[in-house]
């Protein structure tokens, strides 16, 4: 009487094995890169020159601030990061390509854009390669084994001189002055 129940106990001892092997095998690891590379670089553009200047010689600007935004298939914000430029203009940042709760970011509903300069006769984002709307991450510059890298850029900041001033006028905007300053 003893054997068969040695024999039973064994075999409820396998099946219960092979059942925690079986879980563990569905929970594997996600294969491939885990982290994200976003980098570029951020210059100044001076209007005052000619337009070949203008465009291809900008200086870069140390300790700018640039992000990036995540957002899931609902469009709520699911990662926010942000890198300050060192003294080349050069942003680099790294990021988990798992949330903390083991969602996967989708790179494609991912921008990075333009935040803030630190100096002040160069501060005013410009839209050159999407600084001021964002760029989205679709197409990597490096895609091989374990990294996966986005260079962007670059992007521009420019002096406040540079900038068209809006002279639309709509009646909203006197917000019941009357049009009388």
């Given at each position: 009487m003893r054997m068969p129940m040695v024999?039973?106990?064994?075999?409820?001892?396998?099946?219960?094995?092979?059942?925690?092997?079986?879980?563990s095998e569905a929970r594997e690891e996600p294969k491939g890169p885990k982290v994200i590379h976003v980098g570029g670089k951020v210059l100044c553009q001076d209007c005052s020159n000619g337009w070949y200047e203008w465009v291809h010689e900008g200086k870069p600007i140390k300790g700018c601030r640039v992000s990036v935004t995540c957002m899931d298939e609902h469009d709520r914000v699911i990662y926010y990061g942000s890198d300050e430029t060192d003294e080349e203009g050069e942003f680099e940042m790294i990021i988990d390509k798992y949330t903390s709760k083991g969602k996967e970011l989708k790179t494609e509903l991912c921008k990075t854009r333009l935040v803030s300069s630190p100096d002040p006769a160069c501060n005013v984002p410009t839209d050159f390669a999407g600084g001021q709307s964002g760029v989205e991450l679709f197409n990597p510059s490096v895609n091989y084994r374990d990294l996966t890298k986005y260079n962007l850029g670059p992007f521009y900041f420019t002096s406040p001189m540079c900038v068209?001033?809006?002279?639309?006028?709509?009646?909203?905007?006197?917000?019941?002055?009357g049009g009388q300053y």
């Open positions: 024999i039973v106990m064994a075999a409820v001892a396998a099946s219960l094995l092979l059942a925690c092997m079986n879980v068209e001033p809006d002279t639309t006028y709509s009646s909203s905007d006197d917000q019941g002055q």
